[in-house]
T-cell receptor, first 113, second 112 residues
């Protein structure tokens, strides 16, 4: 049973455009929702995270939108740049992040110059 | 950089041979994890540890064992490697104050 479903699998966006990646979860007890960014040959690194007491969190060009009733959250990358080309993983966990993370399958983003 | 070192970084082995991957951390974190990454499957948890000699299974633990005899080292062992265990293996630690995971650079294992 896949607890975190991520879409799309891959995404091509032009430079300056908006990249949107969506995730849906099933376990209503999840209370910590991070996004990780991974460049080729490297391990994933935390990009931004949200807890369900807020509906949106913004850090620079990256925004998480959270819809608790729909059990969905999404990552928006504004003014996408070629340097944003990477694989993005959404994840979810219990206990404010202190339980093990369940990851989505990842989205490979390519930002064309 | 959370002071995580994985070794070896690359390994090619044959079916049926034992393989041990090592994860070493320098910052005394309590929680350590082993994930595998495969195309189309994302990151899947194999085993994790919450202290010396305290370990538990993850989502895809069959065919793998782990040991943690020291805080700084978390070993992943494939007792008899199979081709389905060809993957990139990532070690991670979690920072208890934030829940954030820090990953190592990965170990690419090919089982022929």
């Amino acid at each position: 049973q896949q607890q975190v479903k991520q879409s799309p699998q891959s995404l091509i966006v032009q430079k300056g455009g908006i990249s949107i990646i969506n995730c849906a979860y099933e376990n209503t007890a999840f209370d910590y929702f991070p996004w990780y960014q991974q460049f080729p040959g490297k391990g994933p690194a935390l990009l931004i995270a949200i807890r369900p007491d807020v509906s949106e969190k913004k850090e620079g060009r990256f925004t998480i939108s959270f819809n608790k009733s729909a059990k969905q959250f999404s990552l928006h990358i504004m003014d996408s740049q070629p340097g944003d080309s990477a694989t993005y993983f959404c994840a979810a966990s219990l206990n404010s992040g202190y339980s093990t993370l369940t990851f989505g399958k990842g989205t490979m983003l390519l930002v064309s110059p | 950089d959370a002071g995580i070192t994985q070794s070896p970084r690359h390994k090619v082995t044959e079916t049926g041979t034992p393989v041990t991957l090592r994860c070493h951390q320098t910052e005394n974190h309590r929680y350590m994890y082993w994930y595998r990454q495969d195309p189309g499957h994302g990151l899947r948890l194999i085993h994790y540890s919450y202290g010396v000699k305290d370990t538990d299974k993850g989502e895809v633990s069959d065919g793998y064992s782990v040991s943690r005899s020291k805080t700084e080292d978390f070993l992943l062992t494939l007792e008899s490697a199979t081709s389905s265990q060809t993957s990139v293996y990532f070690c991670a630690i979690s920072v208890q104050s934030t829940g954030e995971l820090f990953f190592g650079e990965g170990s690419r294992l090919t089982v022929l």
